[in-house]
């Protein structure tokens, strides 16, 4: 089993930064892959960012290229998603999962893939 908890979501302005943090505790040696997503209300969960545990490959959706950038700590068991130009419609709950089984490329960006969620934290971006 993997724990998962994040924080460092809150209310920011449109263009402001934040740093998510998800903190991961248990089997952690067993962790392939660590991904991002978000859900907005009455919207389904969407996936944001993800990266691979050991070689640190990452993968984005289009709507967050080139504002954010998700990264790990192996040392900390800690993955990080620096949020930048932040705009109104990132406002969501963000949610980090965890997957003990290797993910294709294509599949790193599909929350079935992840077994293991954190409980979430809030981002609000006013405008």
């Known amino acids: 089993q993997v724990q998962l908890v994040e924080s460092g979501g809150g209310l920011v302005q449109a263009g402001d930064s934040l740093r998510l943090s998800c903190a991961a505790s248990?089997?952690?040696?067993?962790?392939?892959?660590m991904g991002w997503f978000r859900q907005a209300p009455g919207k389904t969960r969407e996936f944001v960012a993800a990266?691979?545990?050991?070689?640190?490959?990452?993968e984005y959706a289009d709507s967050v290229k080139g504002r954010f950038t998700v990264s790990r700590d192996n040392t900390k068991n800690t993955l990080y998603l620096q949020m930048n130009s932040l705009k109104p419609e990132d406002t969501a709950l963000y949610y980090c999962?965890?997957?003990?089984?290797?993910?294709?490329?294509?599949?790193?960006?599909?929350?079935?893939?992840?077994?293991?969620w954190g409980q979430g934290t809030q981002v609000t971006v006013s405008s």
């Open positions: 990266i691979r545990w050991n070689s640190g490959i990452t």
């Open positions: 248990g089997r952690t040696f067993s962790i392939y892959a």
């Open positions: 999962g965890a997957t003990d089984r290797w993910p294709t490329a294509q599949a790193m960006g599909v929350k079935d893939t992840y077994g293991y």
